[in-house]
């Protein structure tokens, strides 16, 4: 029997165990004027040494089943929706597959993965495909990529 999870929405406060949720923020800018507004550290991290931002288009699937996961060890992982919402499943090192966690990260927010943190694809919300953003240490596609399968876990939005 595959196992079922159903997505979150997410929130700094669901999340948390995994990272950090960045979104628009609702208290008052940093610095603003009439031609701009400016809010500063919605989020920190840190990369030991340079950073590459990658492009990822992920596809939609008629059963939305996960079967493998990745993580980073050297690294957190920097997710910016683009174009569509979607969906992002994630399990923390030594957690059985029975813990797996998948939440809906919205166009306007961005997610940091912390450095260990197993993560499967992500999965379109609503559109046919979705692309977002990634940001990482330099080099960890050929460096610091660490895959394993998992039981099948089928995501229900």
């Known amino acids: 029997m595959i ?3 159903k997505a979150l929405n997410i929130s700094k406060e669901n999340f948390v165990k995994y990272g950090k949720l960045v979104s628009v923020p ?13 809010w500063s550290n919605l989020a920190d991290y840190s990369i030991d040494g340079n950073t590459e931002i990658g492009l990822c288009t992920v596809y939609k699937q008629n059963d939305n089943i996960i079967t493998g996961v990745e993580r980073h060890l050297e690294t957190p992982e920097i997710l910016i929706a683009i174009d569509a919402p979607f969906i992002l499943p994630l399990l ?32 379109p919300v609503g559109k046919e495909t979705a692309s977002y953003f990634v940001i990482f240490r330099l080099n960890t596609p050929a460096e610091d990529v660490y895959k394993k399968n ?3 876990i089928t995501i229900e939005m």
Do not use: Q, R
Request: negative net charge; hydrophobic residues 40%.
């Open 150 to 152: 998992i039981s099948p």
């Open 26 to 38: 609702k208290n008052k800018p940093t610095s603003e004027d009439a031609t701009y507004k400016f």
């Open 3 to 5: 196992m079922k999870i």
């Open 92 to 123: 923390m090192e030594g957690e059985s597959e029975e813990n797996m966690m998948a939440f809906k990260v919205d166009v306007g927010e961005a997610v940091v993965i912390d450095n260990g943190v197993w993560h499967g694809a992500c999965l």
